[in-house]
């Protein structure tokens, strides 16, 4: 259902990934930990009513990256 951005489930989400390849910046992705469902979510690092941890998002870049390599 396009915009519905609740999930069903109310499984937590847990941040999984993150896509820098579009033009909208940095997305995360996160995975259900209920159901295994994947969402993405543009990182609003700069949005002072719900930032997201950018100390997270560099430590998934870190495991990331050493885990392609
Ligand atoms: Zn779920």
Redesign the pocket.
Known sequence: MPGDRS?P?Q?LMAAVDYDLTGHKGLVLIFR?T????LTRNIALTDDVHAPDDYDLILALKQKTQSSKR
């Open positions: 999930n489930c499984g259900c209920q159901c295994g469902e």
